[in-house]
């Protein structure tokens, strides 16, 4: 019987450890679906107008929200996004040339801060990575500490990443020159991009590692 229940247990550390670290191949989808709308934004408010970009960015942010808030499970990401793209919307239609304009020159520095601003304020609640997980992994799961770790660590990384954007966009936007829009504004943004993901599938690899499985059984 001792051996029975060890056995059990050992299965559902297992059970445990590759549902919680499922969600890098399976949630991470949700997540940058959910980073269409500032991506959409990102390349309006570059080649077109504030105006544009922002509607087409709360539309898209609408679009995205709607399933999660329908069954009762509303992603902070998401309606981040909402409220963030309302206020461009609102920015854009009531300030005066000269600050659209200047909006404009620097809102994807503003975009960056605001997504760093949401990750890192999904720690003091429920991160933002784990919103999505909860959608792949049963909900016996939630509480395991393997699983809320893996989210932290992914909350936190992503954070870290929209932060480091923040000083390139504003050098793009001051520089205002195409070589710096280029290097500033896609080449490095794009790199810490990849970096994030390429952590992200280390981080949930690292987590299905038998030393790990041990700890939880």
């Not at 450890?17 to 989808?29: D, F, I, T, V």
């Not at 995205?64 to 808030?69: L, R, S, T, V």
């Not at 959608?135 to 809320?148: I, L, M, N, R």
């Not at 770790?149 to 992503?158: D, E």
Request: hydrophobic share 55%; net charge positive.
């Amino acid at each position: 019987m001792a051996i029975s229940h060890h056995v059990n247990r050992k299965e559902n550390a297992v059970s445990t450890n590759a549902s919680a670290g499922s969600e890098s191949s399976s949630g991470s989808k949700g997540i940058y679906i959910a980073l269409i709308p500032w991506i959409i934004f990102s390349v309006l408010v570059a080649h077109s107008t504030l105006k544009l970009g922002s509607i087409l960015a709360l539309a898209a942010a609408v679009v995205i929200a709607i399933p999660g808030i329908r069954s009762g499970r509303p992603k902070s990401l998401e309606i981040g996004a909402v409220v963030t793209f309302i206020g461009f919307v609102v920015v854009a239609f009531i300030a005066d040339g000269a600050v659209a304009h200047w909006i404009a020159r620097y809102a994807r520095g503003i975009a960056a801060l605001v997504l760093a601003g949401i990750a890192f304020g999904s720690l003091l609640f429920v991160p933002f990575t784990e919103q999505y997980a909860r959608e792949k992994v049963p909900e016996q799961y939630w509480g395991s500490a393997t699983f809320k770790a893996i989210n932290r660590k992914l909350t936190a990384l992503w954070g870290f990443v929209f932060i480091a954007m923040v000083p390139f966009h504003i050098i793009a936007g001051a520089v205002d020159t195409r070589p710096a829009k280029i290097i500033c504004n896609w080449v490095i943004p794009l790199a810490l991009v990849s970096w994030g993901i390429k952590q992200t599938s280390a981080i949930t690899d690292s987590d299905k590692q038998p030393a790990t499985l041990e700890k939880l059984a």
